[in-house]
């Protein structure tokens, strides 16, 4: 039995396991592949570029171009070209570095198990319109099964990690240091003078003025604006 380099038995054109696909004008191997295939599909048309359909490609009876006697993922079903006059064979960089970053965030989605080579991403001669499916059809049947538990809904979702407590300490600058400046100045004026406000850099006065502050409410007087001062600041009116 024929197969390709990436170990896909090659199809016949008139193969009853080749399907219409609706992003490109020919067809690829039906079920699993077309699953994983559409989900490429939908990603990049959202996040790269929009799919022109009369551009791209699937099944083709034919060898790698330029590699007489290779049989292209093309002859399984198993490839896809995405735009291909926009992005010809042999030529680099016919994306922006913003879409080539999000074409490899797509292919590094824990749902899809690294199971997409990118053409681009060839060691050598490039191919970036062009898109292949690696790994194998057990990999191929569990990435399928978890796309359409995605869709469906029924993915289980990990638990959001809990968000780091803020903490501003000498050293720190930005909006939440002068938003501390300008609160302090507006609720105790009697020791808080920061000149128009606050600068937005949490210097040695930053530090006193805080731990008079913390004195005066009974917390530890350390100079840090941590969760249990953030806590009494906002008894003051005063929201980081």
Request: avoid cysteine; charged fraction near 25%; charge should be positive.
């Amino acid at each position: 039995m024929a197969v390709t380099r990436l170990d896909w038995d090659v199809l016949a054109s008139n193969s009853d396991r080749l399907v219409t696909f609706p992003w490109v004008t020919g067809k690829v191997r039906k079920g699993d592949a077309y699953t994983v295939l559409d989900y490429l599909a939908r990603r990049f048309n959202d996040e790269v570029e929009k799919i022109t359909k009369a551009h791209s490609w699937g099944y083709a009876a034919r060898d790698v171009r330029g590699a007489s006697g290779v049989t292209s993922e093309h002859n399984a079903g198993t490839a896809v070209d995405f735009n291909a006059p926009k992005h010809v064979l042999g030529k680099s960089g016919t994306f922006t570095s913003a879409q080539a970053t999000a074409i490899r965030k797509i292919l590094s989605a824990d749902v899809l198990e690294n199971s997409i080579r990118w053409g681009g991403d060839y060691p050598g001669r490039k191919d970036e319109m062009h898109f292949e499916l690696q790994g194998g059809a057990d990999k191929l049947a569990r990435v399928a099964k978890a796309i359409k538990a995605l869709d469906s809904g029924t993915a289980s979702k990990p638990s959001k990690p809990k968000p780091a407590q803020r903490t501003l300490a000498e050293g720190d600058t930005g909006a939440d240091v002068k938003r501390l400046q300008a609160g302090l100045n507006k609720a105790f004026p009697a020791y808080s003078k920061f000149t128009g406000n606050g600068d937005g850099k949490y210097g040695p006065y930053t530090v006193q003025v805080v731990k008079e502050f913390q004195r005066r409410t009974g917390l530890k007087a350390d100079g840090v604006v941590g969760p249990t001062t953030i806590k009494a600041l906002r008894k003051h009116g005063i929201n980081l």
